[in-house]
């Protein structure tokens, strides 16, 4: 294991004075991640601040139990995934329905043109998370995370390989849903 991840692990697994300080710090560096990563998902502010804190919970208890990790920030996000996942199972949050939304006449104003194209790349986006919920995270994980492709293949049980391919295609799905974002671009140049 490299990075300040993987040192942070190894202080939580072997425990004593230093697992405090490393808890603290793996948190603060993932917990608005994390929240954010189950927000998109559809839980309400304070349903993702509970979801964050059990995934450090089970985080603190896999490490106990001797989990070996190989990818730390892959493994970190895949406790946040299960916690996500058995959370879903028991409660199903309300999300909102994006067909709703219509489009909105460009202003003259160039702030109000950026606010409507802000406006339509978030929908948009929400849009293709409903859709394709797993390559939305992966370009969330590539983008935002920097994660490799091995990580991002590790998350998704993909070969590397095959985690490239994905988010190719990933790519040219979510440019599709965004291309109506277009006029807003053309119209703030």
């Known amino acids: 294991m490299t990075g300040p991840e993987a040192e942070w692990l190894q202080q939580i697994a072997a425990g004593g004075d230093a697992r405090r300080a490393a808890v603290s710090?793996?948190?603060r560096h993932y917990a608005a991640r994390f929240r954010g990563y189950f927000q998109r998902r559809g839980a309400s502010p304070a349903d993702a601040e509970e979801l964050c804190q059990d995934s450090f919970v089970r985080l603190v208890?896999?490490?106990?139990?001797?989990?070996?990790?190989?990818?730390?920030r892959a493994?970190?996000?895949?406790?946040a995934q299960s916690q996500w996942?058995?959370?879903?199972?028991?409660?199903?949050?309300?999300?909102?329905?994006?067909?709703?939304?219509?489009?909105?006449q460009s202003e003259d104003d160039p702030a109000v043109r950026s606010l409507h194209l802000d406006d339509c790349v978030r929908r948009?986006?929400?849009a293709y998370?409903?859709?394709?919920?797993?390559?939305?995270?992966?370009?969330?994980?590539?983008?935002v995370e920097q994660f490799t492709a091995p990580e991002i293949g590790e998350l998704l049980g993909r070969t590397p390989g095959a985690t490239?391919?994905?988010?190719?295609?990933?790519r040219k799905r979510v440019r599709g849903y965004l291309a109506v974002c277009q006029e807003w671009l053309d119209d703030s140049s």
């Open 61 to 72: 208890r896999a490490l106990d139990r001797g989990t070996q990790v190989d990818q730390p």
């Open 164 to 170: 490239r391919q994905f988010l190719s295609e990933a």
């Open 129 to 143: 998370t409903a859709a394709y919920p797993a390559g939305a995270q992966a370009l969330l994980w590539a983008s």
């Open 85 to 104: 996942l058995d959370w879903r199972r028991v409660a199903q949050p309300d999300t909102e329905d994006i067909v709703d939304w219509q489009d909105v």
């Open 25 to 27: 710090a793996l948190y």
């Open 75 to 79: 493994w970190i996000w895949s406790v």
């Open 124 to 126: 948009q986006f929400a």
